[in-house]
């Protein structure tokens, strides 16, 4: 069975770093492309950027390129994606999801959801 | 970026059919996925590849893409239809994903 686990929920001040993380089990975490998605409160899905653990290959949106950070340590089944400097307006909920193929890189599975919150 | 519009709600009686539409230039030179998100919890894919389903999805959904628009259809709605929809595709020209603005379907 395909399970995306992610770390548990976060409340930092404005400026702190912070890494967030989610486990894949029950498939090939090298051969498959995993990905990040933000919902800020009361708002739609964002398609933040993606993954291949296999190789380390990242694809980042506009919108958050140089933002954040997407890695994975293919050695323990897990991406990750980081802040060098949160700010109020990244207080969100994260999901990380797994892409089905390189084609339509369509998100099969999903994580249960990271809520980070940013508030001094 | 390449943009996708969606009706931010749209309302059926149970029973009936419901359509949300996914808008984007030549939207159907590509492929869309459709996610249902219920409140406090995870999406789930419901349509893949314009019109696939995923195993454990009911036949009462389903999809079309044509032209500029997408279209997910759910038939014989039920009450535990009532959630947020979303479509998104992969831009090959910028090499990243979009998602649609989303859709609150309501069962009335």
């Known amino acids: 069975e395909v399970q995306l686990v992610q770390s548990g929920a976060e409340v930092k001040k404005p400026g702190e770093s912070l890494k967030i993380s989610c486990k894949g089990s029950?498939?090939?975490?090298?051969?498959?492309?995993i990905g990040w998605v933000r919902q800020m409160p009361g708002k739609g899905l964002e398609w933040m950027g993606i993954i291949y653990p296999g190789d380390s290959d990242t694809r980042y949106s506009p919108s958050f390129q140089g933002q954040v950070t997407i890695s994975a340590d293919k050695s323990i089944s897990t991406a990750y994606l980081q802040w060098s400097s949160l700010k109020a307006s990244d207080t969100a909920m994260y999901y990380c999801a797994k892409i089905y193929d390189s084609s339509g890189y369509v998100f099969d599975y999903w994580g249960q959801g990271t809520l980070v919150t940013v508030s001094s | 970026s390449y943009v996708l519009t969606q009706p931010p709600s749209v309302s059926v009686a149970p029973g009936k059919t419901a359509r949300i539409t996914c808008g984007g230039n030549?939207?159907?030179?590509?492929?869309v996925h459709w996610y249902q998100q219920k409140p406090g919890q995870a999406p789930v894919l419901v349509i893949y590849?314009?019109?696939d389903r995923p195993s454990g999805i009911p036949e009462r959904f389903s999809g079309s893409n044509s032209g500029n628009t997408a279209t997910l259809t759910i038939s014989r709605v039920e009450a535990g239809d009532e959630a947020d929809y979303y479509c998104q595709v992969w831009d090959s020209s910028s090499d990243h994903g979009v998602f649609g603005g989303g859709t609150k379907l309501t069962v009335l």
């Open positions: 029950g498939y090939s975490f090298t051969s498959y492309w």
């Open positions: 590849y314009d019109s």
């Open positions: 030549n939207i159907g030179s590509k492929s």
